[in-house]
């Protein structure tokens, strides 16, 4: 039997450079999200002002990850 040749290597390699830019996305998501919950969180203790300002980190990491995502979907699509 003899072993596949390099032939089907351009395919692989242009269908993992065009998915390449949305791999990123998910974790550039949750890390954005993760961020502004955890601020939120050590301003709280910090300030004693328990659940506001985790709450507020989580509405402004959910608004940035929203504004990130839509910002990189519309470049993609150009």
């Not at 002002?49 to 985790?54: A, G, H, N, Q, S």
Request: glycine share 20%.
């Amino acid at each position: 039997m003899k072993p596949p040749s390099g032939g089907d290597a351009g395919g692989w390699t242009r269908a993992l450079r065009d998915v390449a830019p949305y791999l990123g996305i998910g974790t550039t998501l949750a890390v954005t999200v993760l961020a502004g919950l955890g601020g939120g969180y050590w301003l709280d203790a910090q300030l004693g002002t328990e659940p506001w300002l985790l709450l507020l980190g989580g509405m402004l990491g959910l608004g940035a990850a929203l504004y990130h995502f839509f910002r990189t979907v519309a470049s993609l699509k150009r």
